[in-house]
């Protein structure tokens, strides 16, 4: 049995699971607004969304532009496996984060492991908005990307 | 000439008479005397004769008469007379040079006049000691300052010329233009260079930092850095989330950060970090920065993201050297660090503050003093922990929480006098009861460090603190405020300042889109959250004010519930159970009717004078945010809140369970 208890100003209800199941009269606007959401990886429109936190510091270290360059080419990439054409912004990315050992301590991934683990996956992609600590390393990300 | 001078001296119309009479006295006169023209002026005022029993004239005259014989004559050593005169003026004059030293220390200590000038000289940057041996570093900035307006008179040169000559004699370090400058190195600056790196990919960010260290996050070092285990991981500043995941309170290793003295060279732009160096003056017209060393920085686009400095209480600034040794202001790394190594040794710690920072620290330490004997005292003036944010009920459950953490909570008691005796310092309330300890703890407040303001003419909100900007968090042109400093425009909820971590990145990344020419107004509603052990948890967004009314819903208590059930259920043994049935016992002597109530999950409302919703608090209910968010940007203002409550499900999950609380929060 619910009731309600009062002191001074503050009003507390304790409600029963059965009464609380009652569908809701309740008319609460729900904005669909676009600031709101969570965009995720991928953007709406297509193109990618740099300021994900999946993303951790990728897009923003040393290596930002590198990477960028080649997960864009990698995205927008039609070729079979996806990304097999992106060879010259891989390259460019692997060296300048070859500079950073302690940034980017993703363990040396060749060319062909790389391809064939994102041609692994081709299921829809499900990636929302994930916290921070989920940081995705280098492999991860083409992988998931690959499922899209 | 005498004849002459009396004519002028007399009055027109009396003239004729004069000349008449006074030719016959002037004869008789054996020698030229100098008549005083004034008595014989005055004499002459009626237009009649001087009446004849009147001194004559020239008896007058010659009684006044000034001769030889009425030369000084000297009487004694005219060296003498003269140390003595001397002496006398002398004395006058110290007198009034000290008169005039009082007046002007007098005028300066009070505050009447302000004196706009800093010695770049006296700078020091904060020592990162961990040690007691030294005075804690908020004493030393306060001295700081001190030192800077003892030495007021003598460096009181224009700013903008002294460092010119500095400039030539040292090789700069930092460059002399950065694009998009950024002052501060915390949570905002951190979201802020994320957004515009995200947004300008080849920008070049200068970050200038008065701390000796990279961003890092603050709610760990209340919460999660005191649970971790492991001692080696915690010296690197690393701690546990709950998914068991190990992650570094810095945002960035140091070797994310380029050098700033290559900044402007690299191609593909970077994100440059100056440690321990302040900004002290901005010229916001002229988009230039000078540093406390001296340096003066141009810039494109600026960020101001000095957050706050902890709020000392006026007993404990007046303290003794002994006291104010043993006292430490929690805020930062170095603080922690502090704290972590004094609690090693200590026998007992009291924790002044009951709000947030105070009550998590209370928890943290009470929960090390079940282990290692630590006694732990908190004193706070409101009548239960987070007095300011929960409603009263809500507080004093929370309150018999901590007090079951192991804390010795001490509400409703303000400290009166502090003292250091055998060793510890004592403190006593105003209700009388004293505490010895070996250690203080202060967490009563933040202010916002807006010393910038004050040299740069820069506006400060009068009600919030803080540098005033506008919803798009622009204070000028060219120059944004986010995090703990800003004071800015809440579309939704009014102008408002908040000193909460998602509100540090949320307002960072704001300023750092608008800065890459975004122009978007403060819209996405930050939330923040708390938590106290495994029972009590928390998440609110809004206005979370207790002085507002509020409207709850709690998911009734069944008897599989409770924590009780749950003890029983595992099998606890019965002295625990038999502790917490003595423990409610106790309590039900008080005479409001909510005390007796166990407040498992729920909802709690926020209402303004308009009855709308302004802030919502979700309690020990997790995953709903997007809905309160939700509800909060709709207001509700004709709903029945009841009817709300529904919507967040509250059944949904069973109290008891080792829900993540932390889990999203933390690293978001």
């Given amino acids: 049995m619910s009731y309600c208890k009062k002191e001074g100003k503050d009003e507390v209800i304790f409600a029963t699971r059965e009464d609380l199941d009652v569908p809701s009269t309740a008319i609460i606007n729900f904005v669909e607004d676009e600031a709101d959401q969570q965009p995720g990886l991928i953007l709406p429109n297509g193109n990618i969304n740099w300021e994900c936190p999946c993303l951790g510091g990728m897009a923003s270290g040393p290596c930002g532009v590198e990477f960028r360059n080649a997960f864009t080419c990698f995205h927008h990439s039609k070729a079979d496996p996806k990304g097999s054409d992106c060879f010259e912004a891989f390259l460019c990315m692997q060296d300048c984060m070859g500079n950073y050992p302690e940034l980017y301590p993703a363990p040396k991934v060749s060319m062909s492991d790389e391809l064939s683990q994102m041609s692994a996956g081709q299921e829809g992609m499900n990636l929302e908005e994930v916290a921070g600590d989920e940081e995705k390393t280098m492999p991860d990300l083409f992988k998931t990307e690959g499922k899209s | ?668």
């Avoid at chain 2, 440059?272 to 000078?290: E, F, I, Q, S, Y």
């Avoid at chain 2, 709709?634 to 967040?648: I, T």
């Fill in chain 2, 1 to 668: 000439k005498m004849y002459r001078a009396h004519m002028l001296a007399c009055r027109f119309p009396a003239k004729i008479q004069c000349i008449v009479r006074r030719d016959a006295h002037l004869l008789c006169l054996k020698s030229p005397i100098f008549i005083s023209p004034v008595s014989l002026l005055a004499r002459c005022m009626s237009s009649h004769e001087t009446p004849a029993h009147w001194k004559s004239t020239k008896q007058i005259c010659l009684e006044n008469k000034s001769h030889m014989n009425f030369l000084p004559v000297p009487e004694g050593s005219w060296q003498e007379n003269y140390n003595k005169r001397q002496k006398k003026w002398n004395i006058m004059l110290l007198a009034s040079v000290a008169a005039l030293g009082v007046t002007c220390f007098v005028l300066y200590k009070s505050g009447s006049i302000y004196l706009h000038t800093y010695d770049y000289r006296k700078f020091q940057p904060l020592r990162s000691d961990a040690l007691l041996a030294a005075s804690p570093d908020k004493e030393e900035t306060s001295s700081r300052i001190n030192t800077t307006a003892s030495s007021l008179l003598v460096s009181e040169e224009d700013t903008s010329t002294s460092p010119s000559c500095e400039e030539e004699a040292i090789v700069r370090d930092i460059p002399a233009h950065a694009q998009y400058m950024i002052i501060g190195a915390g949570t905002a600056a951190f979201g802020a260079f994320r957004a515009i790196k995200a947004r300008d990919p080849k920008a070049k960010i200068l970050i200038v930092g008065e701390e000796n260290s990279v961003p890092y996050m603050r709610p760990p070092l209340s919460k999660e850095l005191w649970f971790n285990e492991d001692k080696s991981e915690v010296e690197n500043m690393q701690f546990r989330q709950w998914n068991g995941k190990k992650r570094s309170v810095y945002y960035e290793p140091k070797e994310f950060f380029a050098d700033p003295k290559k900044l402007n060279t690299l191609v593909n732009g970077g994100i440059a970090l100056v440690k321990g160096r302040k900004v002290v003056k901005l010229d916001a017209g002229n988009k230039t920065v000078w540093l406390s060393t001296g340096e003066k920085v141009t810039y494109d686009k600026c960020l101001i993201a000095t957050g706050g400095k902890p709020r000392n209480l006026p007993i404990l600034a007046n303290a003794s050297p002994e006291v104010k040794e043993r006292t430490v202001l929690y805020r930062n790394i170095e603080d922690f660090k502090r704290l972590n190594a004094i609690v090693e040794t200590a026998g007992s710690v009291a924790i002044i503050g009951g709000g947030f920072l105070g009550s998590e620290l209370a928890c943290a330490l009470g929960k090390i003093g079940q282990k290692t004997g630590l006694k732990v005292y908190q004193i706070f003036p409101e009548k239960g922990n987070m007095g300011h944010v929960l409603p009263e009920y809500l507080s004093k459950w929370t309150t018999r929480k901590v007090g079951k953490e192991g804390v010795d909570v001490m509400p409703e008691q303000v400290v009166a006098s502090t003292a250091f005796q055998d060793g510890k310092v004592v403190l006593t309330t105003n209700e009388g009861q004293s505490v010895c300890v070996d250690c203080v703890v202060a967490a009563v407040g933040l202010e916002a460090n807006v010393d910038l303001a004050r040299s740069s003419n820069l506006e400060i909100d009068p009600v919030n603190g803080g540098f005033l900007v506008n919803a798009e968090l622009e204070a000028r042109r060219d120059l944004w405020v986010a995090g703990d400093a800003a004071c800015f425009y809440d579309v939704k909820l009014g102008r408002r300042r908040v000193e909460h971590h998602d509100h540090a990145v949320v307002s960072g990344r704001l300023a750092g889109e608008n800065m890459t020419g975004a122009a978007k107004p403060y819209w996405h509603q930050s939330m923040f959250w708390s938590d106290l052990g495994p029972d009590v948890g928390y998440e609110a967004i809004g206005i979370v004010d207790s002085s507002l009314k509020t409207v709850a819903v709690f998911a009734k208590a069944t008897e599989g519930d409770t924590p009780k059930a749950v003890v029983e259920a595992t099998g606890d043994n019965l002295r625990s159970e038999a502790r917490e049935i003595q423990s409610l016992a106790g309590d039900s002597v008080k005479k409001s009717p909510l005390d007796t109530e166990d407040y498992g999950k729920g909802v709690v409302f926020y209402l303004n004078q308009q009855k709308t919703v302004v802030g919502i608090l979700l309690w020990n209910t997790f995953n709903k945010m997007s809905i309160a968010r939700q509800v909060l940007r709709d207001g509700a203002r004709n709903e029945d809140l009841y009817e709300v409550a529904k919507l967040f499900d509250l059944y949904d999950t069973a109290v008891g369970e080792e829900e993540p609380p932390a889990a999203e929060k933390v690293s978001k």
